[in-house]
């Protein structure tokens, strides 16, 4: 597994406890879903996004982002 993916794949699931604040699965850009332009609901989850191409992505193909 390549450094990038291994990156996607522990950023994968915004887990929102405690201080922690939500990563693009995309790219890994950490957001406050607060002013997060971008999201999707999917597998009971909310995922944020930092731009339209990254929401793209994930919509083209989420098990590839979602471990």
């Known amino acids: 597994m ?3 993916s291994v990156r996607l ?3 994968s ?3 929102l406890a405690g201080n922690e604040m939500p ?3 995309v790219c890994g850009v950490v957001l406050d879903e607060r ?4 999201k999707i609901k999917f ?3 909310t995922y944020y996004f930092c ?3 990254c929401k793209k ?3 083209r193909s989420p098990n590839k982002f979602v471990k």
């Open 35 to 38: 002013t997060a332009k971008f």
């Open 57 to 59: 992505r994930f919509k």
């Open 13 to 15: 699931r915004n887990n």
């Open 51 to 53: 731009s339209i191409t």
């Open 23 to 25: 990563r693009d699965p």
């Open 9 to 11: 794949s522990m950023c």
């Open 43 to 45: 597998g009971g989850e």
């Open 2 to 4: 390549d450094e990038y």
